[in-house]
């Protein structure tokens, strides 16, 4: 996300939810690595966020195993299991209820 930590914020208390996607920590934009992205995520919370991958992409992976990928390298980034359910379950599921 480019917006500040004060905009972000300010985005969840009116109830949003913020979506960090795994494509940049790809080789082919690698602007942020995993480790970013897990602070990233960290700062404002895991229960105010999701996570996507952003691929589709002729010449990325297939989007199931992006999201394969994103997860094993948040969990090797050190991200808990429990804020990745968060992100990739829980709050989508909220989501759409």
Not at 21 to 42: A, D, Q
Not at 44 to 66: D, K, S, Y
Request: aromatic share 6%; proline share 9%.
């Amino acid at each position: 996300n480019k917006e500040s930590i004060e905009e972000q914020n300010k985005l969840i208390s009116l109830g949003s939810y913020l979506e960090y996607t795994f494509l940049p920590c790809m080789p082919s934009v690698n602007s942020v690595s995993p480790t970013e992205l897990k602070e990233k995520i960290r700062r404002v919370g895991a229960n105010h966020c999701i996570l996507t991958t952003n691929f589709g992409q002729p010449f990325n992976p297939p989007p199931p195993e992006g999201m394969r990928m994103a997860i094993g390298h948040l969990l090797a980034a050190e991200l808990s299991e429990k804020d990745i359910e968060m992100l990739v379950k829980t709050n989508p599921i909220g989501l759409l209820t």
